[in-house]
T-cell receptor, first 116, second 110 residues
Framework: NAGVTQTPKFRVLKTGQSMTLLCAQDMNHEYMYWYRQDPGMGLRLIHYSVGEGTTAKGEVPDGYNVSRLKKQNFLLGLESAAPSQTSVYFC???????????????FGPGTRLTVL | GEDVEQSLFLSVREGDSSVINCTYTDSSSTYLYWYKQEPGAGLQLLTYIFSNMDMKQDQRLTVLLNKKDKHLSLRIADTQTGDSAIYFCAESGGYQKVTFGTGTKLQVIP
């Protein structure tokens, strides 16, 4: 049981280049999220999905697109990278809780992206 | 929108108690969480408390909730070097939308 995995772990892009970050989970969770983590700003939600084929905007969606073609995968795309998108990106999935227990998010190890 | 605030940094000596504080604005929060992020890793749920509770104890961890002041704290007793990490406070209204704080970096000095 690998949990939540992310590829790649590191990437350097030039301004204007595009890339896709892949997130995969093997826990059969419906809900998945993409966050970015910046110093002093904590985690900010980019996009999320409540099930296969669905996506929704989070707090900072501009410059990003997402797709959830398969339940286990959630892809984050940058069409034209900008230096402001230099960050650490985390994917998470949510187990939706249970009786007497709140939902818990399970995080991947992160992708460190630098845009020059 | 919802807002969760934390101080950015805390330094303690090994063996002392650590207290990490958090304030939030959403009065409809149902659950409040503490997540831990070790260096180079993603966040992991450490503990949580329901909004109708004042306190929760789990081994070395004590969570205190003052709902009137919208203040949450995490106390780590007998802090160890392995507790060095970033600790995130988070709140949720129970619909899988979780708002995270800025994180507090805990440094434990041997």
């Amino acid at each position: 049981n690998a949990g939540v995995t992310q590829t790649p772990k590191f990437r350097v892009l030039k301004t204007g280049q595009s890339m896709t970050l892949l997130c995969a989970q093997d826990m059969n969770h419906e809900y998945m999220y993409w966050y970015r983590q910046d110093p002093g700003m904590g985690l900010r939600l980019i996009h999320y999905s409540v099930g296969e084929g669905t996506t929704a905007k989070g707090e900072v969606p501009d410059g990003y697109n997402v797709s959830r073609l398969k339940k286990q995968n959630f892809l984050l795309g940058l069409e034209s990278a900008a230096p402001s998108q230099t960050s650490v990106y985390f994917c998470a999935s949510d187990d939706q809780g249970g009786e007497g227990r709140p939902d818990t998010q399970y995080f991947g190890p992160g992708t460190r992206l630098t845009v020059l | 929108g919802e807002d969760v605030e934390q101080s950015l940094f805390l330094s303690v000596r090994e063996g002392d108690s650590s207290v990490i504080n958090c304030t939030y604005t959403d009065s409809s929060s149902t659950y409040l969480y503490w997540y831990k992020q070790e260096p180079g890793a993603g966040l992991q749920l450490l503990t949580y408390i329901f909004s109708n509770m004042d306190m929760k104890q789990d081994q070395r961890l004590t969570v205190l909730l003052n709902k009137k002041d919208k203040h949450l704290s995490l106390r780590i007793a007998d802090t160890q070097t392995g507790d060095s990490a970033i600790y995130f406070c988070a709140e949720s209204g129970g619909y899988q939308k979780v708002t995270f704080g800025t994180g507090t970096k805990l440094q434990v000095i041997p």
